[in-house]
C-alpha cells in the first residue's frame, strides 16, 4: 500500500518555466488536496478536489491548476513559474465525513524557482 | 485567510515533563473536524490527534491528549512525559465540508524538547 504518492521530491526551475507535480493515491479516497508550506506561515490550501471531474480553489490558487480526471490522480501545474512559488508543495488525501476523516499526506515537494 | 490560531511560535519542554499548545480557531461551521498534525525535520506530516465537534469528551491518544471547549473555540495539545522525539513542529488544523474536507492550519508551534 504506497499511501500518497508525489513526484518530484525535489526540483528547480527557472522563471517563466512550467511544470506538473504528480499526485497519485491508492487508497480510493474522494477527496484530495494540495497545499504549499511557506517559514512561518504553516500550510495553505491551493486547490482541492471532492471526487474526480470536481474541483475548486483554495486559499492561495493564483498561478496553478488542477484537474481530477480520475479517482487516483490529481496534478499540480505550474503555468508560468515565479519565484513567489518557491515553496514546499504537499498533496493530501482521505475520505470524506465518518470514522476515516484522517487526511494521508505525500513527502511533499521542495521547489525552487530562480 | 487563515482562522486558525496558534499563539506561540515556539515552546520547550524538558524530558518527562508536560507541555500544553495551545490552539484557537474561529468557523462558523456546526459539524467540523479538528486535528493535531507533528512534523519532524524529514518534513513528513503524522496525524497525532483528533477530535470529532459533536464529541464533547476529550480525545486522549496515549502520551497525547486534548482540552476542547467548543463555546471557547479553543484546541489545545498536551504532551505528557515528552520524549525527545517529540521535537517537531505542530499544526492544529480543523476541517469542515464547505472547502471539500480540506484542512485549514495555524502557522504552527515549534517544540524543542531538551534532555
Known amino acids: 500500500n504506497a499511501g500518497v504518492t508525489q513526484t518530484p521530491k525535489f526540483q528547480v526551475l527557472k522563471t517563466g518555466q512550467s511544470m506538473t507535480l504528480q499526485c497519485a493515491q491508492d487508497?480510493?479516497?474522494?477527496?484530495m488536496s494540495w497545499y504549499r508550506q511557506d517559514p512561518g506561515m504553516g500550510l495553505r490550501l491551493i486547490h482541492y478536489?471532492?471526487?474526480?471531474?470536481?474541483?475548486d480553489q483554495g486559499e492561495v490558487p493564483n498561478g496553478y491548476n488542477v484537474s481530477r480526471s480520475t479517482t487516483e490522480d490529481f496534478p499540480l501545474r505550474l503555468l508560468s513559474a515565479a519565484p513567489s512559488q518557491t515553496s514546499v508543495y504537499f498533496c493530501?488525501?482521505?475520505?470524506?465525513?465518518?470514522?476515516?476523516?484522517?487526511?494521508?499526506f505525500g513527502q511533499g515537494t521542495r521547489l525552487t524557482v530562480v | 485567510a487563515q482562522t486558525v490560531t496558534q499563539s506561540q511560535p515556539e515552546m520547550s519542554v524538558q524530558e518527562a515533563e508536560t507541555v500544553t499548545l495551545s490552539c484557537t480557531y474561529d468557523?462558523?461551521?456546526?459539524?467540523?473536524?479538528l486535528f493535531w498534525y507533528k512534523q519532524p525535520p524529514s518534513r513528513q506530516m503524522i496525524l497525532v490527534i483528533r477530535?470529532?465537534?459533536?464529541?464533547?469528551q476529550n480525545a486522549t491518544e496515549n502520551r497525547f491528549s486534548v482540552n476542547f471547549q467548543k463555546a471557547a473555540k479553543s484546541f489545545s495539545l498536551k504532551i505528557s512525559d515528552s520524549q525527545l522525539g517529540d521535537a517537531a513542529m505542530y499544526f492544529c488544523?480543523?476541517?469542515?465540508?464547505?472547502?471539500?474536507?480540506?484542512?485549514?492550519f495555524g502557522k504552527g508551534t515549534s517544540l524543542l524538547v531538551t534532555p
Open positions: 493530501a488525501s482521505s475520505y470524506g465525513a465518518g470514522m476515516n476523516t484522517e487526511a494521508f
Open positions: 487508497m480510493n479516497h474522494e477527496y
Open positions: 478536489s471532492v471526487g474526480a471531474g470536481i474541483t
Open positions: 468557523t462558523s461551521e456546526s459539524d467540523y473536524y
Open positions: 477530535q470529532e465537534a459533536y464529541k464533547q
Open positions: 488544523a480543523y476541517r469542515v465540508f464547505h472547502s471539500g474536507y480540506a484542512l485549514n
